[in-house]
């Protein structure tokens, strides 16, 4: 079986999904979500971008993937948009892998998508990782300022997880931090001690970011996190990632 030969197929045969999980503000209102794409293999059925992803970074095939996926999503949204979308949606963010990021033709191909579908009232936001912005740190900079200027906003995936300095984050165009999942599974009760969350917490509220809690899975979890400060989660809790027409159901029902 050859992932890398059948995934070259993938985008013309129309395998590659959308699923979007569910972000949820305080006070419980579905203020956005996380698009994670899955790849629906005509005989191995579902298979998630743990097993793909490093193989189009290394086949060179990941900026055609993640150019349909920016394109798709806008695409979407915006046919939402046309069908009725709630007001209190107002963000959906995607995850971007650090080769493509880097590419020279990333920017245009973002504006090239966003020219072919805006929507006024919700934003776009791009999803990168610590080490990437430290390991090209002038370049990442430009290309965060070109397409902040277009309206996307930046968050950080998985933070705490990587070797970003305080320095380089305040030097970042960034909007948003995710605190990342495996700070938040170990809070088992509402009186546990989280020291690294505290942390986090204090430096976005210094830095002036926003903040999301990934792999919020119980109540316990969920009400700890509110008492630190933290006014946005995503999370079994809330909701598993859906595919897309099981996700537009749900998103009408907030109206
Ligand atoms: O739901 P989950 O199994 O989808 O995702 C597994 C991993 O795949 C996560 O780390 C997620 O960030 C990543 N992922 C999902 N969709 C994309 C994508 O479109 N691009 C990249 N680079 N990573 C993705
Ligand atoms: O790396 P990134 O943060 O983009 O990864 C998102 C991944 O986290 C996806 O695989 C998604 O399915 C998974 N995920 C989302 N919510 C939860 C959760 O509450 N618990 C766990 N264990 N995984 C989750
Ligand atoms: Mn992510
Ligand atoms: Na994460």
Known sequence: WQLEEGLHQAIHRGELELWFQPQVTKE??????????????????????????????????????????????????????????????????????PSHFMQSGFVSQVEGALERHTVANVNIELEITENLLIENFE????????????????????????????????????NVLKIDRSFVAPIDHESDETPIIDVIMLMA??????VIAEGVETQAQRTLLTERGCRLYQGYFFSKPLHHEEFYTLLKQER
């Open 28 to 97: 419980g209102v579905m203020s956005g979500a996380e698009v994670l794409l899955r790849w629906r293999h005509p005989t191995r059925g579902l298979i998630s971008p743990l097993e793909f992803i490093s193989v189009a970074e290394e086949s060179g095939q990941i900026a055609a993937i993640e150019e349909w996926v920016l394109d798709e999503t806008m695409r979407l949204i915006k046919h939402w948009d046309s069908m009725g979308l709630p007001e209190t949606f107002r963000h959906v963010s995607i995850n971007i892998s």
């Open 139 to 174: 370049q990442a900079i430009k290309t965060m300022k070109a397409l902040q200027a277009k309206g996307i906003a930046f968050s950080i995936d998985d933070f705490g997880t990587g070797y970003s300095s305080l320095r380089y984050l305040s030097q970042l165009p960034l």
């Open 205 to 210: 509220k210094k830095l002036g970011l926003e």
